[in-house]
């Protein structure tokens, strides 16, 4: 992985409202998830389709990646991964316990 301050991008993981977990990739990862949350709250559609079904709640995890190539590589290895992996992934037991996230709607 690169430096966090170089890199252009990002792979991310955002829990739901409805418990579910989105895994994408960006450059961005705060704009990204005010798009998604733009789309679940019909005032945008540059959000994944995904999002107008399932409200984002934040960021659970991210990582670094060198190139845009590395992230889809990345963030197809996350979405193959079982749910548990997941959320051990983003320093989690499961989806109910610590609140240790990189990005949070607060934020905002």
Request: net charge positive.
């Given at each position: ?47 994944a389709k995904f999002f ?40 989690k037991t499961n989806g ?13």
């Open positions: 992985m690169s430096d966090a301050h170089s890199s252009d991008w990002w792979v991310y993981l955002i829990l739901t409202e409805s418990d579910l977990i989105y895994t994408g990739i960006a450059k961005d990862t705060s704009r990204r998830f005010q798009e998604h949350l733009a789309t679940h709250e019909g005032r945008g559609n540059k959000g107008r079904g399932h409200k984002p709640l934040n960021i659970i995890y991210q990582e670094a990646a060198q190139n845009r190539s590395e992230a889809t590589r990345r963030e197809l290895i996350i979405k193959k991964m079982p749910r548990a992996k997941k959320w051990a992934l983003a320093g109910h316990n610590e609140k240790r996230t990189s990005h949070s709607l607060k934020h905002h």
